[in-house]
C-alpha cells in the first residue's frame, strides 16, 4: 500500500521553465490537496479538489494550475517558473463522508529549485 | 475554518509525558480539533483527532475542554524520535473542508 505518491522527488528549474508535479493515491479517497513549505514556515494550501470533476483555490494559487485527471490523480502545473516559488511542495489526499471524518495522508514531497 | 492558537515551542524530558496546548476559541459546533506533526522536511503525519470527547490512541492522547475553546495533545513517554513541529488544526467534516496549517509549536526532547 503505497499511499500518496510524488514525482519528481527533486527538480531544478530556470525561470520561466514550466512543468507538472505529480501526485497519485492509491487508497480511493475522495479529496486531494496541494501544499507548499516555505524554508522554517508552516503549508500553505495552494489548491484542492473536494472530489474527481471539481477544483478550488486555497491561500496561494497565483502561478499555479491543477487538474484532477481521475480519481487517483491531481497534478499541480507550473506555467512560467518563477524563483518565489522555490519551495517544498506535498501533495495530500483524505476522505471525509457523512458523519465520519478521516486524518489527511501526505506524500513525501518534491523539492523544487528555481534559480 | 477557525484559528489555532499555539505557543512557538517546548521543550520535554525524555521519558516524560509531553502536553501541548492549542486555543481554538471560535471553533464552530460541527468543526474537528486534528493533529499532526512534521518531523524534519517529511510530509505531515495524522497523530488523532477528535470532536468532543477526549480520544487516545496508540500514539497519543486528546484533551478538549467541555467548551471547547482549547485542547492539549499528550505523548505520555515522550522520546527522542517526537521531536517535532506539531501542528493543531479544526475543520469541519465535509469532504470539501481544508486544513490550514499555522505555525505550529516546535517541540524539543532532551535526553
Known amino acids: 500500500n503505497a499511499g500518496v505518491t510524488q514525482t519528481p522527488k527533486f527538480q531544478v528549474l530556470k525561470t520561466g521553465q514550466s512543468m507538472t508535479l505529480q501526485c497519485a493515491q492509491d487508497?480511493?479517497?475522495?479529496?486531494m490537496y496541494w501544499y507548499r513549505q516555505d524554508p522554517g514556515m508552516g503549508l500553505r494550501l495552494i489548491y484542492y479538489?473536494?472530489?474527481?470533476?471539481?477544483?478550488d483555490k486555497g491561500e496561494v494559487p497565483n502561478g499555479y494550475n491543477v487538474s484532477r485527471l481521475n480519481k487517483r490523480e491531481f497534478s499541480l502545473r507550473l506555467e512560467s517558473a518563477a524563483p518565489s516559488q522555490t519551495s517544498v511542495y506535498f501533495c495530500?489526499?483524505?476522505?471525509?463522508?457523512?458523519?465520519?471524518?478521516?486524518?489527511?495522508?501526505f506524500g513525501s514531497g518534491t523539492r523544487l529549485t528555481v534559480v | 475554518d477557525a484559528k489555532t492558537t499555539q505557543p512557538p515551542s517546548m521543550d520535554c524530558a525524555e521519558g516524560r509525558a509531553a502536553n501541548l496546548p492549542c486555543n481554538h476559541s471560535?471553533?464552530?459546533?460541527?468543526?474537528?480539533v486534528y493533529w499532526y506533526r512534521q518531523i524534519h522536511s517529511q510530509g505531515p503525519q495524522y497523530i488523532i483527532h477528535?470532536?468532543?470527547n477526549n480520544e487516545t490512541n496508540e500514539m497519543a492522547s486528546l484533551i478538549i475542554t467541555e467548551d471547547r475553546k482549547s485542547s492539549t495533545l499528550i505523548l505520555p513517554h515522550a522520546t527522542l524520535r517526537d521531536t517535532a513541529v506539531y501542528y493543531c488544526?479544526?475543520?469541519?467534516?465535509?469532504?470539501?473542508?481544508?486544513?490550514?496549517f499555522g505555525s505550529g509549536t516546535r517541540l524539543s526532547i532532551r535526553p
Open positions: 495530500a489526499s483524505s476522505e471525509a463522508s457523512r458523519g465520519r471524518v478521516y486524518g489527511y495522508t
Open positions: 487508497m480511493n479517497h475522495n479529496s
Open positions: 471560535t471553533i464552530s459546533g460541527n468543526e474537528y
Open positions: 488544526i479544526v475543520r469541519g467534516y465535509s469532504s470539501a473542508s481544508k486544513i490550514i
Open positions: 477528535g470532536l468532543k
Open positions: 479538489s473536494a472530489s474527481e470533476g471539481t477544483t
